[in-house]
């Protein structure tokens, strides 16, 4: 026979009105209106959040929870880590103004900065001159400097600066007519001349007047090879100035008139033409003047000028 417990049975529908009461009460409670919702009460300095407004900012959080008010700015590392920290610059920062001024001036050891002249205005006697039509003129930066102020305009020019007739066969200066660059000697060979300039010996000077000869006359037979037909006219060197010669012990007068002297007889052993063109560039004393040099060495402009003339009358 099988065993019922009645108070049990008795007591189960009064548990599930129980239970349906609690639920409808729950209901009701997550139902009411915002208005209707209890108010907590919360420490002071803390602040419910709206379910409406979203997050906290970081200065809202920092109020909060250090009691100082921001100023709503980015708080520094430095306020936060208290260590000093550099931070790159804004992109938009300006770097500081450079110099690009392609005609600032630049600080140039006098002994090698140029003569700071104008170049001469040629004249319609130099423009035309054919006399110089056929000539060839070869030589370092005084040659050079004979390109650019002299005005004489209707012969070629084979010069470099610095160069030496110690390095002659190996310097490349000259740009050929094929576009490539060759030495002196490749730039004479692509013409005939009948007369050929030569200055050398101002960069020289340093060496003993026998070695200079000795490679001066090795460069004279070479061009001779390649311009059989012209008259070769060997310059002087030119004069320096009191002032440099007196300071130097190298680039004096004493030294350049050795040289000389020595060309002279080299012209003379080689059937060459020599022009001093020393003594017609210097003053009464036999120095440079200082009023037609710059460093005691290289030339003013109008010196040119008188270099070019004496040429004219001595080449006959």
Not at 44 to 50: K, L, N, P
Not at 142 to 151: A, D, N, T, V
Not at 293 to 307: E, K, N, R
Request: net charge negative.
């Amino acid at each position: 026979m099988k065993h019922t417990n009645r108070h049990a049975a008795k007591r189960r529908p009064i548990y599930s009105v129980g239970i349906v009461i609690l639920v409808a009460l729950i209901l009701a409670f997550v139902h009411r209106s915002p208005s209707e919702q209890p108010t907590l009460d919360l420490p002071d300095g803390i602040t419910a959040v709206s379910p409406d407004d979203g997050t906290q900012t970081a200065a809202q959080t920092d109020e909060q929870t250090t009691g100082e008010q921001t100023t709503g700015q980015d708080i520094p590392l430095s306020d936060t880590t208290g260590d000093d920290v550099k931070t790159d610059p804004a992109p938009d920062t300006p770097e500081p103004a450079q110099n690009t001024d392609p005609t600032a001036p630049e600080s140039v050891p006098p002994e090698t900065a140029p003569p700071q002249t104008e170049p001469a205005q040629p004249s319609g006697a130099d423009m035309s001159d054919d006399f110089f039509a056929d000539a060839a003129f070869v030589g370092n930066s005084l040659i050079e400097g004979m390109r650019l102020y002299s005005g004489l305009t209707s012969c070629d020019y084979y010069s470099a600066t610095s160069l030496s007739v110690m390095a002659i066969n190996s310097t490349h200066c000259v740009k050929l007519e094929n576009g490539g660059s060759g030495t002196i000697f490749q730039g004479l060979a692509q013409h005939q001349y009948g007369k050929i300039y030569l200055l050398f010996g101002i960069n020289e000077i340093g060496y003993d007047t026998a070695s200079f000869i000795k490679a001066y006359g090795g460069m004279l037979d070479k061009i001779r090879e390649i311009q059989p037909d012209a008259t070769i006219y060997i310059m002087s060197l030119t004069p320096v100035s009191k002032a440099k010669s007196d300071s130097s012990s190298t680039f004096n007068m004493t030294r350049v008139n050795a040289f000389n002297n020595a060309l002279s007889d080299l012209a003379s052993e080689k059937g060459c033409r020599y022009l001093d063109v020393c003594s017609a560039l210097a003053g009464e004393d036999g120095y440079l003047p200082a009023n037609c040099t710059s460093d005691g060495i290289h030339f003013t402009a109008g010196v040119y000028q008188t270099w070019v003339t004496y040429l004219r009358n001595n080449s006959q």
